[in-house]
């Protein structure tokens, strides 16, 4: 089981912007598939983006254009950019990490205010 931290959660004003960090343990983070869910208060949790082994990157439609994930194998690390952030937005963020079996954080909230 891998191990999965995700931060930066915070309050921003409409239009502002928060980078989330997500740390995954191991020494195969190269080998993650990693991906970014959110769960609003009332709502079920939905995917939000992801990025493959190979950098490849999708979006749900929700966040294209506003939102960017990347990562650093070096780090171990991945990264969701967020800009031009709408109450909408509100939610917990949740990092997930696939190697044989997917692997989730504890999520971190990201609260915007209108």
């Known amino acids: 089981q891998v191990h999965v931290v995700e931060s930066g959660g915070d309050l921003v004003q409409a239009g502002g912007s928060l980078r989330l960090s997500c740390v995954a343990s191991?020494?195969?983070?190269?080998?993650?598939?990693v991906g970014w869910h959110r769960q609003a208060p009332t709502k079920e949790r939905e995917w939000v983006a992801s990025i493959t082994t190979g950098g490849v990157t999708r979006y749900a439609d929700s966040v294209k254009g506003r939102f960017t994930i990347s990562r650093d194998n070096a780090k171990s690390t991945a990264y969701l950019q967020m800009n031009n952030l709408n109450p909408e937005d509100t939610a917990v963020y949740y990092c997930?990490?696939?190697?044989?079996?997917?692997?989730w954080g504890q999520g971190t909230q990201v609260t915007v205010s209108s």
């Open positions: 997930t990490v696939v190697f044989l079996s997917r692997s």
């Open positions: 191991g020494s195969s983070f190269s080998m993650y598939a």
